[in-house]
């Protein structure tokens, strides 16, 4: 056999030799994967938990703006001048011995894994049976709750009220190097917020 003869090698080297003898194969068709569909932020995580109790305030306790002023000063604590704007239009409880019980939840413990808007916020706790506080309760809070962590800041879920500057307000508690403090924060319902922002609501009574 003449080593003219493709026969004449193995199958690799004829290959090499005598490519003429081998078109190239046409390719198949691309098949497209399907395409992934990234889960909004609205939607619940599988880690999502319903909270329990966290502390309960007593409302009435102090029946005016200035009885709330003058236990801040003598527990140490900050009020700046845009809470104290709020506090002007916070309605006092006339009576007092009315007990709330609120919780306390991150962002991600209501089942949000991205940045939420206010909104969706206050329907997935709604959901869950936690409803906004009344304004009163916020200051309760922040005379109760004086072992709050160093740089924690809670935003209190209330009716809003109008802030200084015109914009939908509710109280905000933090402790800093300053101490304990009282602020306003921006209760717009398209404002967003991280996972790991904390909320505190009323826990709903069972029926």
């Excluded at 990234?38 to 938990?49: C, D, E, K, L």
């Excluded at 003058?70 to 916070?90: D, L």
């Excluded at 089942?111 to 329907?123: A, K, M, R, S, V």
């Excluded at 109760?144 to 939908?168: I, K, R």
Aim: net charge neutral; glycine share 8%.
């Amino acid at each position: 056999m003449s080593k003219l003869d493709p026969e004449f090698y193995p199958e690799g080297r004829r290959k090499e030799l005598f490519p003429h003898l081998y078109p190239p194969q046409p390719k198949p068709p691309a098949v497209k994967k399907p395409s992934t569909v990234v889960a909004a932020a609205v939607q619940p995580s599988a880690g999502a938990t319903r909270a329990v109790v966290w502390k309960t305030v007593t409302l009435g306790l102090r029946s005016s703006i200035e009885e709330y002023r003058a236990a801040f000063k003598k527990a140490g604590v900050k009020v700046t001048p845009e809470a104290s704007y709020i506090m002007r239009q916070t309605p006092y409880s006339a009576q007092g011995g009315q007990e709330l019980d609120l919780v306390r939840v991150s962002v991600a413990q209501l089942g949000f894994t991205g940045w939420t808007q206010y909104d969706d916020i206050l329907c997935r706790a709604k959901e869950r049976g936690y409803d906004p506080c009344p304004a009163e309760a916020a200051l309760a809070l922040r005379l109760f709750y004086t072992d709050q962590p160093m740089d924690e800041c809670l935003t209190v879920v209330m009716e809003a009220l109008s802030g200084s500057d015109g914009d939908p307000s509710v109280f905000k508690l933090g402790r800093d190097d300053d101490g304990l403090w009282v602020d306003d924060g921006w209760a717009d319902p398209g404002n967003v917020w991280y996972p790991d922002d904390k909320f505190v609501f009323r826990l709903r009574k069972s029926r």
